[in-house]
């Protein structure tokens, strides 16, 4: 023992004060001793890195702020690694655009074989327009896309199946589409950007409105508004009845022709 220590071969030195003895490492009391080395076998592994966590967390992201929040970096954050990792996924910003619009295809119901076509494709516009309500960013991206990924091209293929299968002449069955989803995607836009989101805030977003002008000068405004603000109705109840017009009228030029 030299100067109060003991050297212990093979081991750590002990520090002694009478009969007391402590271990040490290089100077340091092993009890204080911070433990590095060890991992917390409690934490949970971070999922890995997959398109579809990608995809998934952009939409996310594009639901909560639209879609000009989405950048690459932000997403990156979002799943806890640099922007960089993405593009082992994806070349581009476009190409996770494309896989986004790709999966909100995939949740629309697409009209089923063998369905009466009108209302298959009543269920279908319906459809539409709740995926567009979940997701309104991507209203004016549906049909943008040059490189449609392989829920967007089943969904096409079997709405020009269902409408074939009825009859509709190819020449027809793309007018039909075309007239289909222009008063889709026409209601969804309008809906998205009504100064109001319920029926119950009707009332102070007219009051406002007209409160600059003469009480007479817009009579039939004014009655509209008196109409919207009874109890029951809801603007987005016009969407079906204007979805069912369209049915009617092409059910009509279908057994015209």
Known sequence: MLYGVRQVPFGPTLRCKGKMCQPTITGVSAARRPMTGRTNRTARPRAPLSRERVLQTAIKRADQGGIASLSMRKVGQELGVEAMALYYHFKNKDEVLDGMIDLVFSEIDSPPSGADWAAALRQRAISVREVLSRHRWAIGLMESRANPGPATLRHHDAVLGSLRAAGFSLEMAAHVYSLLDSYLYGFA?????????????????????????????????????????????DFSDEFEFGLDLILDGLERAREAA
């Open 189 to 233: 836009l309008q809906e998205k950007n009504m100064p109001f989101d319920t029926s119950d805030e009707v009332a102070d977003v007219a009051r406002r409105m007209l409160e600059p002008f003469p009480v007479d000068e817009y009579p039939n405004i004014g009655a509209m508004i008196e109409h919207a603000m009874k109890p029951g109705y």
